[in-house]
């Protein structure tokens, strides 16, 4: 696995190959999946969930339901943080705190309004360090991007998306970004980006720093998973090659 794209997830099919289909993500990110786990379009070209009435999974996973009742059935499914979903219904009455939803494959669900934002807005740089807080001890899955597991570059580029900016998938193209300036380590502010590797031009690992010396990663150094480290401590002091301030 190189990575992952979402419930939800509207991607561009590049080619086709015996029931796999190579894709390209909203961060230009290029890799093959099961052509069962895509649905087309059709006539609407925006794409699912861009429009209307939208909402964005807030929790840090949600579960999505047959009716209003979380112990009549099991979840329909369990969906990752930041999935945005299609409302068709806002319940009422004994339904009220629940919301129905259109799924890509046209199906309809229930969730509870408490998992959800419905005008999720950017964060500031103070609120993203928080927001990253809030995955401390998740495990490390390699490849995912995704509140069922990130990589380090995965959980990096969360964070910056939360603050309305799209950045490249790995470790190595977020430290070549164009989107982001070289600064010295000693000039660090919270938010900038640490780049980890045997050399400048061999960045292998990614994290963002918080202040007071210390940067939140996802790592499987010590214990697998979103943690926070010292740069005073090793490896990282060894390591840290780079430092970015995105513009």
Same mark, same amino acid.
């Given at each position: 696995?190189?990575?992952?794209?979402?419930?939800?997830?509207?991607? *561009?099919?590049?080619?086709?190959?015996?029931?796999?289909? @190579?894709?390209?993500?909203?961060?230009?990110?290029?890799?093959?999946?099961?052509?069962?786990?895509? @649905?087309?379009?059709?006539?609407?070209?925006?794409?699912?969930?861009?429009?209307?009435? %939208?909402?964005?999974?807030?929790?840090?996973?949600?579960?999505?339901?047959?009716?209003?009742?979380?112990?009549?059935?099991?979840?329909?499914?369990?969906?990752?943080?930041?999935?945005?979903?299609? %409302?068709?219904?806002?319940?009422?009455? *004994?339904?009220?705190?629940?919301?129905?939803?259109?799924?890509?494959?046209?199906?309809?669900?229930?969730?509870?309004?408490?998992?959800?934002?419905?005008?999720?807005?950017? +964060?500031?740089?103070?609120?993203? %360090?928080?927001?990253? @807080?809030?995955?401390?001890?998740?495990?490390?899955?390699?490849?995912?991007?995704?509140?069922?597991?990130?990589?380090?570059?995965?959980?990096?580029?969360?964070?910056?998306?939360?603050?309305?900016?799209?950045?490249? @998938?790995?470790?190595?193209?977020?430290?070549?970004?164009?989107?982001?300036?070289?600064?010295?380590?000693?000039?660090?502010?919270?938010?900038?980006?640490?780049?980890?590797?045997?050399?400048?031009?061999?960045?292998?690992?990614?994290?963002?720093?918080?202040?007071?010396?210390?940067?939140?990663?996802?790592?499987?150094?010590?214990?697998?998973?979103?943690?926070?480290?010292?740069?005073?401590?090793?490896?990282?002091?060894?390591? +840290?090659?780079?430092?970015?301030?995105?513009?």
């Amino acid at each position: 696995m190189v990575s992952q794209a979402i419930l939800g997830s509207n991607v *561009d099919v590049l080619e086709e190959s015996s029931g796999w289909e @190579r894709i390209r993500t909203s961060d230009q990110y290029i890799g093959w999946t099961h052509a069962s786990e895509l @649905r087309p379009l059709g006539d609407d070209a925006s794409g699912y969930a861009t429009s209307g009435h %939208i909402a964005q999974v807030s929790s840090l996973s949600a579960n999505l339901y047959r009716e209003t009742d979380v112990a009549a059935h099991k979840p329909v499914m369990t969906i990752p943080f930041e999935t945005r979903l299609e %409302i068709v219904a806002e319940g009422k009455g *004994d339904d009220a705190g629940w919301l129905q939803v259109r799924l890509p494959d046209q199906r309809t669900a229930w969730i509870q309004s408490g998992d959800v934002d419905l005008a999720p807005h950017k +964060l500031s740089i103070e609120e993203s %360090i928080t927001l990253g @807080r809030r995955f401390l001890g998740l495990t490390y899955t390699w490849g995912g991007r995704s509140s069922f597991g990130y990589d380090c570059s995965g959980f990096t580029q969360m964070l910056v998306r939360s603050r309305g900016i799209t950045m490249p @998938r790995d470790a190595d193209l977020q430290a070549a970004w164009t989107g982001a300036v070289a600064i010295h380590r000693k000039k660090m502010r919270a938010g900038d980006l640490l780049c980890f590797g045997n050399a400048s031009d061999h960045i292998t690992h990614t994290g963002m720093f918080i202040g007071h010396g210390r940067f939140i990663h996802d790592t499987t150094y010590g214990h697998p998973g979103v943690q926070i480290s010292h740069l005073g401590d090793q490896p990282w002091t060894r390591l +840290l090659v780079a430092c970015r301030r995105i513009k």
